[in-house]
């Protein structure tokens, strides 16, 4: 497992022994359900530059896939360097064979999957795994039931939530201690601020945010008149839309001039400013080319100077999403 005296720059995840770095490499995309374009060349290409660039934390799920095509391209991509990386995957989705999505929280399920996704990445352990969603008819308390199991069988190392309220974690953190929360958060949307972050940092709970740049949108490169092609999924998405889209437009043209001072791109300034953020442990970058996680990993390394942040803070604040 890596190890914190190698890199200065790794992050802690909770109370446990395990360090990842403040870019994470989000493997939705590599999925291809609803990434337009996306190939098996292309795709181990982006994991291989993503270990290359510095980032040692992988994220997945049981249903990054209809039949686990994530986690069956990342056992291939990471056979030589697992020693060194962070594995993290997620139970209690599936697809049935119409591709239809169901959530099933009961602890038989969670362990099979879990076993299922050991199988696909040829691992013996899964660092941090988490219960990706509540099963509305499952107590969160039994599920937890079954990451106390998986951990004391040495299955995983850690056990996660995501996309829980907060008194669905209370509940599953009274059975299983949680090492980590993945909710969304990003510039344009911090509601996961209000109640969710403060817990964690008194939990001493890792918060390992997705969406940091909404799916593109804060990456700087879709800007007003862009064209989207007609299956993008994306435009199922409000904030896509209307005001909405217009108010991350104008978030946008006030980073261009920071774009500029520092060197860095947008989608680098964005993600920077996240994983600085109090109680932020690792940001969620997705990609299906190299380019693109090559470019988020340039995040790490670097800070924004006081003026920045101070823009930046006044940006937000001006928001009208907020």
Not at 72 to 78: M, T, V
Not at 79 to 101: P, Y
């Amino acid at each position: 497992m890596p190890n914190p005296a190698s890199n200065t720059d790794l992050r802690q995840i909770g109370d446990t022994d395990i360090y990842v770095s403040p870019v994470a490499f989000g493997a939705w995309p590599i999925a291809g359900m609803t990434s337009l374009g996306v190939n098996e060349a292309d795709s181990l290409a982006t994991i291989k530059t993503a270990i290359e660039s510095g980032i040692n934390f992988i994220d997945t799920a049981h249903c990054y896939g209809a039949t686990g095509e994530s986690e069956k391209l990342i056992g291939r991509a990471i056979a030589q360097d697992r020693e060194r990386l962070v594995i993290a995957s997620k139970g209690g989705i599936h697809w049935d064979t119409q591709v239809v999505r169901h959530y099933d929280g009961r602890p038989e399920t969670l362990i099979a999957q879990c076993e299922q996704s050991l199988d696909r990445m040829n691992l013996e352990t899964i660092d941090l795994f988490y219960l990706h969603a509540p099963d509305p008819n499952v107590p969160v308390g039994d599920s937890a039931m079954a990451f106390s199991k998986l951990i004391q069988s040495g299955k995983i190392r850690a056990a996660g939530v995501s996309n829980l309220s907060l008194p669905q974690i209370e509940a599953f953190n009274a059975v299983c201690p949680i090492a980590a929360i993945q909710p969304p958060f990003n510039m344009l949307q911090r509601e996961t601020y209000s109640e969710l972050i403060p817990w964690c940092v008194s939990n001493s709970v890792s918060v390992i945010n997705y969406w940091p740049l909404m799916k593109g949108l804060l990456a700087g490169k879709i800007r007003r008149g862009h064209q989207f092609a007609a299956e993008d999924k994306r435009l199922t998405y409000s904030i896509f839309q209307d005001e909405q889209f217009e108010s991350a437009q104008r978030l946008l043209d006030g980073l261009d001039p920071i774009a500029v001072k520092t060197g860095h791109s947008i989608a680098q300034i964005v993600i920077n400013w996240t994983i600085n953020q109090p109680g932020i442990t690792s940001s969620l970058c997705g990609g299906k080319r190299a380019w693109q996680i090559k470019e988020t990993a340039g995040a790490m390394g670097w800070q924004l100077d006081t003026d920045c942040l101070h823009i930046i803070l006044n940006l937000i604040n001006n928001s009208e999403l907020n």
